[in-house]
């Protein structure tokens, strides 16, 4: 090989080396408060998936943490609990907090490998929300709404029990509506009204369908009919699943879903509607995920919460609590109570 290129081998190799150590030097001396999608802390990167009727609260909530840590970027996803929880589970999903609208499928479905503890934090009830279209609207109310909703001109939706707990509590509704109101067979009747047609994966996903009139009614949470602004009808308490002191009445209805794993089937026993939080064990920020976890348990996270018709559970209650990180026990405080799972 001639000298001169050896000179310009030797030139290039020099320079390549010298950029792998630049390089090196480089990631060594990165910042170490880097997490893996992101600035780490409570001005990193959030990933919150949530149930869809915590939609409008954790917008209010993020808008709120986001005036308290402007360099914050939050990432705002909403499904049906339970697939929220298989997509953290199954499909590996990088999530920093999950809000739950049944505090059971955290418990059943994460607790103990993908979360170690579970904070309810907020309770509901069922509704039967319309329109000022909905068809027979000036005769539904408490007594009358089995016989509308059985009626085959009037159109009413649910959710996927599969997918979503107000799926799943709908059928609960009319089982224990059954029993209320002593009419046999009525559970049946409405469970197979429309067949699938108006059944999607989770509750707020009805609502175009209802303003557009595709339906009349829409079983729902009663803060969802608040947010929106729909006229809806009060259930009774032994009906509605939202009376804590009528806990064994509740028990009662039960429902079939998929179970934990592919293939599986589980069934759901009643209860009053309780929603939790967690943040995951694969929680890409955990810091941030904490310091946004104890804003939604503090004073001002409570009222905002409240505010949207959800009345926040005082006190929390906690599963795990020994997994719990500092920033947590000391918001949540001693007087919290603790449930084993």
Known sequence: ??????????????????????????????PPAQGVHGPAGPEGRLVLLHAGSLTAPFEALAKAYRARHPGAELLLEACGSRLCARKISELGRPVDVFGSADYKVIDDLLVPRFARYNIRFTTNDLVIASTARSRRREEMNESTWTRILSDPEVRFGRSDPDSDPCGYRT??????????????????????????????????????????????????????????????????????????????????????????????????????????????????????????????????????????????????????????PALLRQVLGPEVSNDSP
């Open 171 to 324: 059928l609960m509704m009319f089982q224990l509506a059954e029993r209320h109101y002593g009419e046999a067979g009525l559970a049946e009747r409405l469970t197979a009204m429309h067949g699938r047609t108006f059944i999607r994966p989770k509750e707020t996903d009805l609502l175009a369908l209802l303003d557009a009139g595709e339906i009349d009614y829409l079983p729902i949470y009663r803060s969802v009919a608040v947010q929106h602004g729909l006229p809806f009808v009060d259930l009774p308490p032994q009906i509605d699943l939202g009376d804590p002191s009528l806990a064994d009445l509740y028990r009662n209805a039960r429902v079939e879903v998929i179970g934990e794993t592919p293939g599986s089937r589980t069934t759901l026993v009643g209860e009053p509607i309780v929603y939790s939080v967690t943040i995951p064990t694969s929680a890409p920020n955990p810091a941030g995920a904490e310091a946004f976890v104890a804003f939604l348990l503090s004073e001002e996270g409570r009222r905002i919460i409240d505010e949207l018709g959800q009345p926040p559970l005082v006190p929390p209650v906690v599963s795990g609590r020994d997994a719990l």
């Open 1 to 30: 090989m001639p000298q001169v290129m050896r000179s310009r081998v030797s030139v290039a190799v020099a320079v390549v080396v010298a950029l792998l150590f630049v390089g090196l030097a480089v990631w060594l001396l990165r």
